[in-house]
């Protein structure tokens, strides 16, 4: 119960509520295909689950059509909830786009089983996104914070240290990165074999940094391990004493942050993804070709990985227009 005079905690707009009703039984039939048939993560399907929850939460408490029910009226009005609850919001227009991917999803599901003889979502338009650019760091920036992780000590630094070496020469993206297994490391320790979406398996180079600052971080591995759990903790190449067993994405999260400072950059600017974005543009800064990066990053379609051309092209323009001697900055 709250304290006198204090206000209840206000739940977040489109987030399930508390008193949400389970969800419809097929939800959990769609949640179960996804992880069997299209290799979906633990994080994939509880997103999904909570978009469809919160979904079937709006249609009870409007009165409208139960989710396995449900008109493409009623779906509209729920998008607009959702744009209305979110219009202050710079997420809003992804946020209903996401929702609107997993209905869609859900109910290709229904028809699929013969639970519903059309698809309600089919005529629903996706909203319209701009285009956002990848957010990056210098490689002036990125060297002060791999000098920073250099000049730490004791084990908690080398495992630092190593953590963003491998980051930055390889983009991994950070689930992939703290859940490396100890045989991800091949015969000669020059590259990693990573497992990524859908269970696919790809080949990244390592750089000479990443590998020495590996081998200064491995006598130092055992510190990371409790004393009985052992056998959980010594499958990972970043054992921890989390549950998992591995270091959680939150926690190598707050270290970067903390390295930043001590780097002397805006730690509001520094992740685990902005460092995967700086891995990419980089190497096409200095000429790498684009079905190579996409290769390293796991992409499976090139069009993804065709965004950080856009970034590349977008600092070149900046770079004529500052120091070109016909351009309006010149002039000024």
Known sequence: MADAGTKPAKARPGRPRKAAAPPPPWVDAFLDMMVAERAASPNTRDAYRRDLVDAAHFLAQAG??????????????????LSADRIKEKSAVKTVARRLSSLRQYYKFLVSEGQRAEDPASVLDTPKQGRSLPKILTEADVAALLAAAARLGAPEGRRLNALLE???????????????????????GRALIVRGKGGKERLVPLSAPARDAIAAYLPDRPFFMTKGREAKQQVFLFPSRATSGALT??????????????????PAKVSPHVLRHCFATHLLDHGADLRSVQKMLGHADIGTTQIYTHVVSERLRQTVEQHHPLSAAKRR
């Open 166 to 188: 491998v980051l930055y020469a390889t983009g991994l993206r950070v689930s992939e990165l703290v859940g490396l297994p100890m045989n991800a490391l091949g015969r000669d």
């Open 64 to 81: 409208l059509s139960p989710l396995d029910r449900a008109s493409s009226d009623d779906l509209r009005a729920y998008l607009a909830h």
């Open 249 to 266: 994405r939150q926690r190598f999260g707050q270290l970067l942050k903390d390295l930043a400072i001590m780097a002397g950059l805006d």
